[in-house]
Nanobody, 124 residues
Framework: QVQLVESGGGLVQAGGSLRLSCAAS????????MGWFRQAPGKEREFVAA????????YYADSVKGRFTISRDNAKNTVYLEMNSLKPEDTAVYYC?????????????????WGQGTQVTVSS
């Protein structure tokens, strides 16, 4: 498994931006597909974005497409989520996750390791 630590969450006004980071513990980080998920109070955890180990394939939920960008720096063992044009409905705890599968996926069950999460709050 991979240990993951998220950072970069906070409080922002609607229309603002935040960049989340997720640092991984293992040097084999580059072999994993990485994903971001979020969970709002009273709701199930949902997929946000995923990126293949090489960074060549990226996949987004329809709700964030065009506003969020996932990227990774394998030399730094870090994956990022750039969030722009934030809306109050983006408020949630954001989690990064690692998958040993070769393809990107939105399935929670495909991810082997999870971080503790970082809170993002968007005020109206």
């Amino acid at each position: 498994q991979v240990q993951l630590v998220e950072s970069g969450g906070g409080l922002v006004q609607a229309g603002g931006s935040l960049r989340l980071s997720c640092a991984a513990s293992r040097r084999t980080f580059s072999r994993y597909a990485m994903g971001w998920f979020r969970q709002a109070p009273g709701k199930e955890r949902e997929f946000v974005a995923a990126i293949r180990w090489s960074g060549g394939s990226r996949y987004y939920a329809d709700s964030v497409k065009g506003r969020f960008t996932i990227s990774r720096d394998n030399a730094k063992n870090t994956v990022y989520l750039e969030m722009n044009s934030l809306k109050p409905e983006d408020t949630a705890v954001y989690y990064c996750a690692a998958s040993s599968r070769p393809t990107v996926t939105d399935l929670l069950s495909a991810y082997d390791s999870w971080g503790q999460g970082t809170q993002v709050t968007v005020s109206s």
